[in-house]
């Protein structure tokens, strides 16, 4: 789907709308600016294989990992427990963020799972995954 902000924020349109693009997105939805609501996350297996990543619809990403996308990364490590997530309302906050956690030591990033999950619980049990889930969860100030 394609966001396009009602303001004067260029710069996040424009990301947000190259990030929309990568994702495949078809249809065209009008939302202010503030209604933006972005997730960065980690996925584990049970041998505690990581994998991070950023959305803008949690949910629905979820569910097309857990779907096993042949020759995907979670497919492959049977990837498919949320253990850890950030919610953001703009796509440059959510994407530094990603790229700044991808960067850190494996030891980094599991005393961060630890610190808000230490038993590795699956984040998403009880969220229904489905289709009926389409529309953003609004999003408060990343400024919190």
Request: proline share 3%.
């Given at each position: 789907m394609f966001v396009i902000p009602v303001g004067n924020l260029l710069l996040h349109w424009l990301l947000l709308l190259f990030f929309l693009q990568q994702v495949g997105a078809a249809s065209l939805l009008l939302m202010?600016?503030?209604?933006?609501?972005?997730?960065?996350?980690?996925?584990?297996?049970?041998?505690?294989?990581?994998?991070?990543?950023?959305?803008?619809?949690?949910r629905k990403r979820l569910a097309t990992h857990r779907s096993g996308v042949p020759g995907s990364h979670t497919a492959k490590y049977n990837i498919h427990r949320l253990v850890y997530f950030e919610q953001f309302q703009y796509v440059t906050n959510a994407i530094a963020r990603e790229k700044e956690?991808?960067?850190?030591t494996r030891s980094q990033k599991i005393a961060l799972i630890e610190k808000k999950n230490p038993t590795w619980e699956d984040?998403?049990?009880?969220?229904?995954?489905?289709p009926a889930y389409e529309k953003q969860i609004p999003c408060g100030n990343d400024n919190k």
């Open positions: 202010k600016a503030d209604d933006y609501c972005f997730w960065v996350y980690i996925l584990a297996s049970r041998s505690r294989s990581l994998y991070i990543g950023m959305t803008n619809n949690l956690l991808k960067k850190w984040l998403a049990e009880g969220i229904p995954l489905g």
